[in-house]
């Protein structure tokens, strides 16, 4: 890989990413970095579906309304109404771009899942994740003004301050792109732009169970607060309830669609226990589901319990879950006649690199979208299926952005060559493979779903020195995929560990022992962080 310079610079290539990318190059010349190959996203792994109003028994006003509830105070009405009235268009638009979603008579077949009041889940069957991006793929591929490279890390942000050397601290800073890691050949080249993009999902891999795929580790979130952008709300970090529970299974979720269409929690003993902890039993919002799950394994000191759809007929279970079927007979469960073993594992980020719906962030010239940005519409816990909603919304507002501010960018500054003198060669890399298990083990043990003020500050102090090993070994060796990686899942660890030590109450996702229960002075107040301070 050579130093590249284009219009925009695209970091990832989830549904956001590729959205923007295909719109943005009405403008000009795109590049999409993408870690792995192009498909490997958290978009790939979504079951569930796009949450949008098509039903005529639906509402605007209800899809806003559950997105609020679901929110527990602190998603930005404004935002949650812009959102909810774009979604049928930008669901057409995936359809006319050729995502196969399941048809019914009148339209779009609809699902439903936890917290929602009506049907209006727009799903391809039970991996409309996958269907949306290979149509994206497909089109971005085609595209003569897109370029992907796969293979390709972002290490860091490229600062003006930096490369001019100086910078006041009232002035803002820029971002001019990014240096990258060639993952094939391990040399680190810059790729210059006048617009940068993060769309690098979320930070699952922070933890030691997720339902994420190895790429995320949190990179938007660590080089942005790096660069000295505002991040906000982290402590927020939503537990997918049902995650397969076996040894040989690697972050394979069973969809809350599944409960939608009627599957029932139940204790190893068959009891079914939702109807205990919310009204609507096994629909409630995932927090609720999540915590529910984690106290009646406590309870029977049991490592797991059951999600059972086997009451319903075989052929609706088949037609409406082919892909979840198919993939737990490889483990030995069969979907149709037996309860399926699960537990919680790390699933969504709500928090993120503070944005507007235009993309536009505290950082000159950077831009984020997806998981990786805060918007303000998930709120303290993200209603399901409103993830892929709120990515190709922003994705549409942000490609305009990033057209307007390539008309009007002045050529990027010159950037210097990576340099790696006075960096060696590590002697060995077990202090890596032991700090990567250090980091996700401390956040799942003490930064769970039940949290304690005593937990939180024993997690502080394990991954300040664990976030202090790794930046000396970015200074001293060689980047390698892992050390870059490892500093970045350091770093947003004790970044979602602050958060959560910031916020002195119970709401949505943050559940804390020593303060149960919602503060009302704290609804609507985001947590911010920022490099050169907190608020």
């Not at 339209?107 to 994740?129: K, P, W």
């Not at 927020?236 to 009627?262: D, I, M, N, W």
Request: aromatic share 6%; with cysteine.
């Amino acid at each position: 890989m050579n130093a590249e310079r284009c219009d925009v610079l695209v970091i990832g290539s989830g549904i956001g990413g590729l959205s923007l990318a295909l719109k943005a190059a009405r403008h000009g010349e795109v590049i999409v970095i993408t870690k792995k190959d192009d498909s490997e996203s958290n978009t790939q792994y979504a079951q569930g579906g796009i949450a949008a109003v098509f039903d005529a028994r639906d509402s605007f006003a209800r899809h806003q309304r559950d997105t609020l509830r679901c929110g527990a105070g602190l998603c930005d009405p404004a935002v949650v109404r812009q959102v909810v009235r774009e979604g049928p268009e930008r669901v057409r638009e995936l359809a006319q771009l050729g995502v196969p979603f399941s048809r019914a008579a009148r339209g779009f077949a609809l699902g439903r899942e936890g917290g929602h009041s009506r049907r209006r889940i727009v799903h391809a069957t039970d991996f409309t994740g996958r269907a949306i991006e290979k149509a994206l793929i497909d089109r971005v591929q085609r595209h003569p003004r897109v370029r992907v490279i796969e293979d390709a890390l972002a290490v860091d942000l490229l600062l003006e301050s930096r490369l001019r050397g100086r910078h006041a601290a009232h002035t803002r800073d820029t971002c001019w792109g990014a240096y990258v890691l060639d993952r094939t050949h391990g040399n680190i080249v810059p790729v210059t732009a006048k617009v940068t993009v993060l769309a690098t999902g979320g930070c699952g891999k922070v933890y030691l169970y997720t339902t994420n795929p190895d790429v995320a580790t949190g990179d938007g979130l660590a080089m942005a607060y790096r660069a000295g952008a505002t991040l906000a709300n982290l402590e927020f970090v939503q537990f997918h309830p049902t995650c397969l529970y076996h040894p040989q299974a690697k972050s394979f979720l069973l969809s809350e669609a599944l409960r939608g269409e009627g599957a029932v929690l139940r204790t190893r003993d068959g009891r079914a226990f939702m109807s205990r902890y919310h009204p609507l039993a096994d629909l409630a919002p995932r927090d609720v589901v999540a915590r529910a799950i984690d106290r009646e394994m406590k309870r029977a000191g049991e490592p797991f319990v059951y999600l059972d759809i086997s009451h319903r007929p075989a052929a609706v279970v088949l037609r409406r879950f082919p892909n979840i079927a198919a993939q737990l007979r490889t483990y030995g469960f069969d979907l149709t006649r037996e309860p399926i073993p699960v537990v919680p594992a790390a699933h969504y980020m709500c928090g993120g690199v503070k944005a507007d719906l235009r993309g536009r962030t505290s950082l000159g010239g950077l831009l984020a979208v997806g998981e990786t940005a805060c918007t303000g519409l998930h709120g303290a816990n993200r209603l399901a299926s409103n993830s892929l909603l709120e990515a190709v919304v922003s994705a549409h507002h942000a490609a305009e952005e990033a057209g307007s501010r390539v008309r009007a960018a002045a050529a990027p500054p010159s950037v210097r060559p990576w340099s790696a003198r006075g960096t060696r060669p590590p002697l060995e890399t077990v202090l890596f493979d032991h700090n990567w298990d250090a980091v996700r083990r401390v956040m799942w043990d003490l930064v769970g779903i039940v949290r304690t003020d005593e937990r939180l500050a024993v997690a502080a102090r394990h991954l300040d020195l664990l976030l202090q090993e790794s930046e000396q070994a970015f200074d001293t060796l060689r980047l390698s995929p892992d050390l870059v990686e490892l500093r970045n899942i350091a770093l947003v660890g004790s970044l979602i560990v602050r958060c959560a030590r910031k916020r002195k109450e119970s709401r949505g996702l943050h559940y804390n022992l020593d303060h149960p229960r919602p503060v009302a002075r704290l609804a609507g107040r985001p947590t911010l962080v920022r490099r050169r301070g907190d608020t």
